[in-house]
């Protein structure tokens, strides 16, 4: 069964520090692949996603995120970071076809210092 | 674009009487919704898959007759907790998913539920 791992429970980042969110996955094949941003009480907003092709991919808000195939990783970084990024972030995997659930990791914290 | 929108956002209803939240893509068409808890400080729990015009697929463990899942429409899923119980409280999110090729899911803002 596909699993998805965010290691980072909690992460504490400067305003105007770079960040990086971890991302690995296990799966068959290469999935489809998802960053969401959560804020408290809301729902999930689509950061960016990959499906094949150059595997930098750029998102919404300033944010990109690498596929490295070798790796099983898909980690979501961001050069500089502002206050308002501090929020919950979900990285998910889905089965290329549609119609397929998705897997979340169990997302990672982040709290931004100002 | 890829807008979906959750009504109520926040209920607050009496044990034992029976509950519905609507899900609706504003903007798509979506042949394919799915339904999810969050607990807090939890990722979200996949409770079932609705299909439009067929009957839901309920993941291990959801009780189908506790809630009903109705996709009567290509822009519409409803969600109905049926005798709800304190242990029904949490937060119900849906996802939409645009059709075609790279199919992606579109989250609503979420259902806060309350069952006293």
């Known amino acids: 069964a596909q699993s998805v791992t965010q290691p980072d429970i909690h992460i504490t980042v400067s305003e105007g520090a770079s960040l990086e969110l971890r991302c690995n996955y296990s799966?068959?094949?290469?999935?489809?692949l998802f960053w969401y941003v959560q804020s408290p009480g809301q729902g999930l907003q689509l950061l960016l996603k990959y499906f094949s092709g150059d595997t930098l991919v750029q998102g919404i808000k300033g944010f990109e995120a690498e596929f490295k195939r070798s790796q099983s990783s898909f980690n979501l970084r961001k050069p500089s970071v502002h206050w308002s990024d501090a929020a919950e972030y979900f990285c998910?995997?889905?089965?290329?076809?549609?119609?397929?659930?998705?897997?979340f990791g169990t997302g990672t914290q982040l709290k931004v210092e100002l | 674009g890829a807008v979906v929108s959750q009504h109520p956002s926040w209920v607050i209803c009496k044990s034992g009487t029976s509950v519905k939240i609507e899900c609706r893509s504003l903007d798509f068409q979506a042949t394919t919704m799915f339904w999810y808890r969050q607990f807090p400080k939890q990722s979200l729990m996949l409770m079932a898959t609705s299909n439009e015009g067929s009957k839901a697929t309920y993941e291990q463990g959801v009780e189908k007759d506790k809630f009903l899942i109705n996709h009567a429409s290509l822009t519409l899923s409803t969600l109905t907790v049926t005798s709800a119980h304190p242990e029904d409280s949490s937060f119900y999110i849906c996802?939409?998913?645009?059709?075609?090729?790279?199919?992606?899911?579109?989250f609503g803002p979420g259902t806060r539920l309350l069952v006293l």
């Open positions: 998910a995997v889905a089965k290329r076809g549609g119609g397929n659930k998705l897997t």
């Open positions: 996802s939409a998913e645009t059709s075609g090729v790279q199919e992606t899911q579109y």
């Open positions: 799966y068959g094949a290469t999935p489809y």
